[in-house]
Each structure stands twice: as structure tokens, then as C-alpha cells.
């Protein structure tokens, strides 16, 4: 539906809404297998969260669903109901169309294809809607209300199970000509392989700094008389342990973050940014940051963009998201045409 | 000088030419040992060019003396004068704040730190001026009338002695929080030497992909039994070798063409940029371009950024200066604050 019909059909509640300050607004986080939804006020506070399992679902229309009972969760618990609904911003884990609010293509995970995502929230909730790439979500979060906030030019790096970026330049989130900038997860650095990738193979880069490249790095090195953890650890458990000089643990670390330090540095060469944000459940561990600073700091005295951890951590995508639906409230019509 | 004093200096002789369509603009490339000049009517025709050696002289104020008597000449070519000059622009070989007009640093060649280049061209020249990065300025050629033209985003990649990029997102140049985005040549990719990089040291691309880290692989692997080329031959004689078939000369071009494929594969991640143009002596052979594109192919089917040869070729940087000179006679204060 064009924008100007969209703004038509909701803007008579809007308007009398906004005209008294009132209202709520919901973001909305959608994880490969889990769901989290926050309720603000018009100011930005959060008023009550919600979240729940999706495990095994992965029907677009069944998800929607599922946010639209969330929604009513919350706003019942706050005392109200869907009329004060103004506006709903969702981060989706896949390369979305943010002026046609189309996710195109997800992990195999949720399998979507062109899922007219933002027009099925919009008809579930009766509210304008915005519907953007959950890591572009995290950066707009750490911009309006973390650790990059006032920044014009800064770097997210989700660092996960697989490593993304989200990209703000000259203050605003740059998405690329087909809506998949940030996919640094196939960078090619001294170390990565470059073997060719197929379709829905890791990337270079994910391979050895993403979770399950830890993990499998830590297999390789593995022997039950010289390791304190496991073979199945995880990625931050290995972390934890490299903390107490754990000789195995600290050699995992030591290429993770020597390969995370070669593509920050990359990054900065070609954007002359001058923040990066880590985050995602490896990024945010701290011995990850500490050891790529220090590599960065030997590797180019004019080159030392700074590095820090996001300062919402996991919440960095559900705030984007509802900084967002208070901009498609205040704005309906001018969203996603930045 | 603020640009509003700048604008009410200059704007009674511009706006009575500008009233008839009349006088002409001068583009200038500043290279690291010569002078280049066009001059531009005010439909972007070139009338006459000019150029001269600048080998020991890097004094700025003598350099915008040089180009004052290279415009005069031109000027007198076309049986005009000084009178009908509307506007300059300069591309310089260093880190260019193009807001303030200034030349933050350049290479080793000029040595030139902190230097207001636009006021001293202005002092000379009588009319508005500006200066820029001269890889930026070929980008802004190709862009405005060369093999990008229309395109929304795409990277010039300058390959000569060194390596550097000119960005162009959503339509307009790139130039980074410290206007020095685009220092790819720096870039750790497979294969480059993660070693630290000291100042004035070539980078870890360059030394593989630039010219002269191509002139000393082909002398790493020279022996008089084996070479069909001199020991001291250039990196175009090399790859024209290479495209006889040469064992040695493809050796050489198979390192740069599978290191510059990787740095492009990188960008184009980054950026999701679906155009790179080649340019710079190194840059601009075909067997370099070819093979690049070879490898591209083969890393990862979904990324697949359109690699082509610069169609201006070693007037790029001197055609961005005309059209950027054509803008600053049309709009004086408006230009540089993109």
C-alpha cells in the first residue's frame, strides 16, 4: 500500500492521540527462536516487557500473531488497550526493505522470502508499522540511547553465532543499494580462508570469530589432559576461562580477537570511522574487547578508532526498536525513506 | 573567511556573467610532479588544456602561482581573459578538508600540512574556488561524466604507487569523520603482511597491489635465464607480458589480481556496492581488471560487484575538477557542505 494511503487510513486516531501526549508505542525483537516485545510511553519509557518462546514456528503470519497477543499482554498490564497502540517497530533477523517494509531473506532458520512483514503487523495491529534488520535495530538503539549516542559516524558489530554490522554514516543508518550492507561476516583478513562460500555457508570471518568457529576452534585444540573445560564449552565460557590464563582458552582468544582486530581495522581504513560497538553474545564478552584493543593499538598509530562494548548489551534491539515506533508515530509517513 | 563574506566578494562579477550564460571555469590535478589544467566553458566543454612538470617544487604558494599563469594561458588561448574566469577547482594529492578548503597532509612528495589551498586560490584567482582529494575527484568525474554516471554507489579505486578509494554513497562522495575514508591500501587481506605500519610506510595492500610492490614481486622471482623482461621493468610492462603468456609476469599479475579481487570483495560487503572502477596507471590495464574479475567470480555467487576500467581513464581526476568547478560557478556558497 503507498505510504500517503497508509497514512490516511490511521491518521485520524493518531492525530487525536498525539494531540494529547497520550499513548503507547512497542518494540519488537524477533530472534531466530524467541520473541521480545517492550511497551513505552511517549517519552521512551519502558513500561513492561514480554517475551516467549518461538522455537519451531516460523509462519510469518503465526509470528505476527503472536506479537499482536504479546502487545495486548502488555498493554492490559498497564492498565490500557489497543486504542492507545500508536505505533509498532520490529527488528527482524534477515535483509529487510525498509521502504517497502519487506523482510526478503532470512537465515534457514525462519526460511522467509519476501515476507510483507511491516503490511501484516500493520493489518494485526491497526497502527502504522516499521520493520527494519535486527542489527541495523541494535545500532539505532546504541545511537538514540547507548554508548554511540550524539555519534555521527560509528560501527555495530553483532557478534553472535554469525557477525553483522550495522552502520551509521553521517548519523543515519546506511543500508546499501540491495539493503545488505554490514555483511562483514564474509570478510576475507590474513588467517580467514578463501575458499570460495556457497549459499548458505558461514563466512570467513564468522568462521573464527563467530560462536560456532570459537567452538570449533577449541575442539581442534582440545584434549582431555590438558583442558579445564569441556569439549562442548562454549564460546563465553572459553572466554571466562582465557580470563584465568587458561594456555588453550587464551590461544582461542587470541585468534578470535586478532581476526575481529583485522576487520575493525578494515572498516575504519575504508568508513574513517572512529567507533566500533561490539556486541551480541560474544561480542559483548569483555576479554574479547580488551585483546582486539590491544592489537589494534600496535597495528597503526594513525589508525585507532576506539572500541567499545554496547552499553544495552542484549537490549540493544528491542530499544531501537522502540525508538523507531516513536518515530512512526510522530512521522508515520517520512519512516524508512531516510 | 566565512563563506558568506566569500559569497559577497565574488558575487557581483559572477552573477552578471552568469545572467548572459558566459565565461568559462578551470579544472585543476594537482599531481605529485606535474600540473594539469582544463578549461571548461559553462556547458562543461573543455577548450583548451595545459600542463607542465612541477619535479621540486612544492612550495604551495608558487604551485598556485603556476596555475595562475597555466589559466592565463588559457584564457589568451581562447582570446579571453581573467575577467571571465567564474570559478576554480583544485584535486590535490593529500587528505583534503573540503569544508574549510584546506590540505590537511600529503605525501612525502609535497609535504604539505595544514595548508589553506582554497584562499590562496582564491587570493590568486579572483573567483571562488575549491579543493578536494584527487582520487575523490576522479570518483566525482566518473560519477558526473564517466563510466558511473547515474550510478548511486560505487568506488573508484585509484591503483598507481599507491592504492586509494573515492566513495560515492547514495549519490554523493563519502569523505569520513576525518576526511580520510577510503585508505584502502592499508587493508589486511589473505596473503598481506600484518605487520605493523609505521608513518609514511606503504600499505600492506599496497605493497602487493600498488606499483611498485608489483615491481619488486617481479624482481623477487627475476632471474636472467627466465625473464623475458628487464629486472627494473614498470608493472604495466609486466602485466603486458602477463598477457603473452609470460610464467613469470603471471605470477605477478596472479598475486595483485587475487589481492585486489579481495579487497573489492570486502568493500563490496561492507558497502553492498555494486560498482568498483578502476583507475591509475596500474589500475587501468585490462589484464589486471580481467583477472580481478575472474576471481570474483569464483569467491561468492551471491556477491558479485560489477568491476570495470575507468571509461576517463587519466582524465578523470581533471574532469571531476571542471564539473565540480561548474557547480561552485553556479552555487559558490553551497558547495563543500554536502
Not at 487525536?16 to 520473541?35: K, M, N, P, R, Y
Not at 564468522?206 to 560456532?212: A, H, L, T
Request: one cysteine or more; hydrophobic letters at 45%.
Amino acid at each position: 500500500m503507498p505510504d500517503h494511503q497508509r497514512g490516511s487510513q490511521i491518521s485520524n486516531r493518531q492525530h487525536s492521540l498525539e494531540s494529547q501526549g497520550q499513548g503507547f508505542v512497542a518494540g519488537v525483537d524477533i530472534g531466530g527462536t524467541s520473541l521480545r516485545i517492550a511497551l513505552s510511553d511517549m517519552t521512551g519509557k519502558i513500561v513492561a516487557e514480554w517475551s516467549t518462546s518461538t522455537a519451531d514456528i516460523s509462519d510469518p503470519h503465526e509470528i505476527v500473531r503472536m506479537i499482536g497477543s504479546g502487545v495486548d499482554t502488555l498493554l492490559a498490564k498497564s492498565g490500557s488497550s489497543r486504542a492507545e497502540l500508536r505505533a509498532i517497530a520490529a527488528g527482524a533477523p534477515g535483509i529487510t526493505d525498509t521502504d517497502k517494509g519487506i523482510v526478503l531473506a532470512t537465515s534457514y532458520l525462519m526460511g522467509w522470502t519476501d515476507v510483507p512483514f511491516r503490511d501484516l503487523l500493520e493489518a494485526e495491529m491497526g497502527v502504522p508499522a516499521f520493520i527494519d534488520n535486527d542489527v541495523n535495530m541494535a545500532a539505532l538503539g546504541e545511537h538514540a540511547a547507548g554508548i554511540a549516542q550524539g555519534v555521527k559516524n560509528f560501527v555495530f558489530l553483532a557478534i553472535g553465532t554469525g557477525v553483522g554490522a550495522g552502520i551509521v554514516l553521517n548519523g543515519e543508518l546506511f543500508r546499501g543499494e540491495g539493503w545488505i550492507a554490514g555483511e562483514v561476516g564474509y570478510m576475507l583478513v590474513p588467517g580467514a580462508s578463501v575458499a570460495p562460500v556457497g549459499d548458505g555457508q558461514p563466512g570467513a570471518l564468522e568462521e573464527i570469530v563467530g560462536g560456532e568457529g570459537i567452538q570449533a576452534h577449541w575442539r581442534s585444540l582440545w584434549s582431555e589432559n590438558s583442558a579445564t573445560l569441556p569439549i562442548d564449552a562454549t564460546a563465553t565460557q572459553i572466554f571466562d576461562c582465557a580470563l584465568r590464563h587458561d594456555p588453550l582458552a587464551r590461544a582461542v582468544l587470541g585468534l578470535a580477537s586478532r581476526t575481529l582486530a583485522y576487520a575493525i581495522y578494515n572498516i575504519s581504513l575504508m568508513l574513517n570511522c572512529p567507533l566500533f560497538v561490539l556486541g551480541g553474545s560474544v561480542g559483548l564478552h569483555p576479554a574479547l574487547g580488551d585483546a582486539t584493543r590491544a592489537i589494534l593499538l600496535k597495528q597503526n598509530e594513525r589508525v585507532q578508532p576506539q572500541v567499545v562494548a554496547s552499553s544495552l548489551g542484549t537490549k540493544a534491539q528491542l530499544t531501537g526498536a522502540v525508538c523507531r515506533a516513536l518515530e512512526v508515530a510522530k512521522a508515520p509517513a517520512l519512516i524508512g525513506k531516510e
